[in-house]
T-cell receptor
């Protein structure tokens, strides 16, 4: 079946550096994408979203880039802080008829070294 | 404050028992969802409901049941037919398929 996947299971960065987390998706017709942060034992927390008619969206310290040509999403975190350590998931909404629900990738663990 | 509440936070089930996980939201969201998460894995869709009195199977519905009698509530029952129920269960809600909000989860363990 179609799925959302990630290139790297674990990313380790130094505090203050910028982080880039990547995600590949397989359904070229998906029209909405979300990045979530999940800390251990907690529910996913919304970070930023982007619709397919955009290629870039910025939030506070975060930027999401969407490259529809190669079906690739990335999450950029500026000046990474220890509190950013968590698992990050990308999710898409595939345009299946009658079904509008998020499909998640397997996640990338971000470790911020002090 | 508006939000989505899951209870209990931890739940223990004996083999052969049915258990029900609660999910309540006061966000006035039409759609609600149940996901299952296994250690080191992503979230997989169990059931979802786009409107009251209607729900649809997700990717891993076998051994689970739901009801949607009220807009605010979407309880999930894990039945004895679910052979490997130990997992972290997450409920979410959304308005018109955007603005997804997740609860804090219920960790179910079979003892």
């Amino acid at each position: 079946g179609e799925s959302v996947g990630l290139h790297l299971p674990t990313l380790s960065v130094q505090e203050g550096d910028n982080s880039i987390i990547n995600c590949a998706y397989s359904n070229s017709a998906s029209d909405y994408f979300i990045w979530y942060k999940q800390e251990s034992g907690k529910g996913p927390q919304f970070i930023i979203d982007i619709r397919s008619n955009m290629d870039k969206r910025q939030g506070q310290r975060v930027t999401v880039l969407l490259n529809k040509t190669v079906k690739h999403l990335s999450l950029q975190i500026a000046a990474t802080q220890p509190g950013d350590s968590a698992v990050y998931f990308c999710a898409e909404i595939p345009p299946s008829r009658g079904r509008r629900a998020l499909t998640f990738g397997s996640g990338t663990r971000l470790q911020v070294q002090p | 404050d508006g939000g989505i509440t899951q209870s209990p936070k931890y739940l223990f089930r004996k083999e052969g028992q049915n258990v029900t996980l609660s999910c309540e939201q006061n966000l006035n969201h039409d759609a609600m969802y149940w996901y299952r998460q296994d250690p080191g894995q992503g979230l997989r869709l169990i059931y979802y409901s786009q409107i009251v009195n209607d729900f649809q199977k997700g990717d891993i519905a076998e051994g689970y049941s739901v009801s949607r009698e009220k807009k605010e509530s979407f309880p999930l029952t894990v039945t004895s037919a679910q052979k490997n129920p130990t997992a972290f269960y997450l409920c979410a809600s959304a308005r018109q398929n955007y603005g997804y909000t997740f609860g804090s989860g219920t960790r179910l363990t079979v003892v």
